[in-house]
Nanobody, 118 residues
Framework: QVQLVESGGGLVQAGGSLRLACAFSGRTFSSYRMGWFRQAPGKERELVAG????????YYADSVKGRFTISRDSAKSTVYLQMNSLKPEDTANYYC???????????WGQGTQVTVSS
């Protein structure tokens, strides 16, 4: 069973940076596509960034392109989301998710809150 544990959320001023981390365990990390989703109050959950199980083909939502970077460290079985130039509209609960190769995202972390003050 895959387990995902996020860390790194918090309160930051607009223009600041945060780095989220998601520790993966329970299966072979290199076989899983990883993604970061977010959900703000009253809004649907959206995919913010994703990275294939090979580590290539990064995906970014238009709203975060040029500001967020997703990466994975196979030695640590961890995926990161570096968030720069944060805006108040980035405020949300951020979730890490995993999918076996090209299947749908199936495993979810508990979420970490990111709050950006103006």
């Amino acid at each position: 069973q895959v387990q995902l544990v996020e860390s790194g959320g918090g309160l930051v001023q607009a223009g600041g940076s945060l780095r989220l981390a998601c520790a993966f365990s329970g299966r072979t990390f290199s076989s899983y596509r990883m993604g970061w989703f977010r959900q703000a109050p009253g809004k649907e959950r959206e995919l913010v960034a994703g990275l294939s199980y090979t580590g290539g083909n990064p995906y970014y939502a238009d709203s975060v392109k040029g500001r967020f970077t997703i990466s994975r460290d196979s030695a640590k079985s961890t995926v990161y989301l570096q968030m720069n130039s944060l805006k108040p509209e980035d405020t949300a609960n951020y979730y890490c998710a995993a999918a076996l190769r090209v299947q749908k995202y199936e495993y979810w972390g508990q979420g970490t809150q990111v709050t950006v003050s103006s």
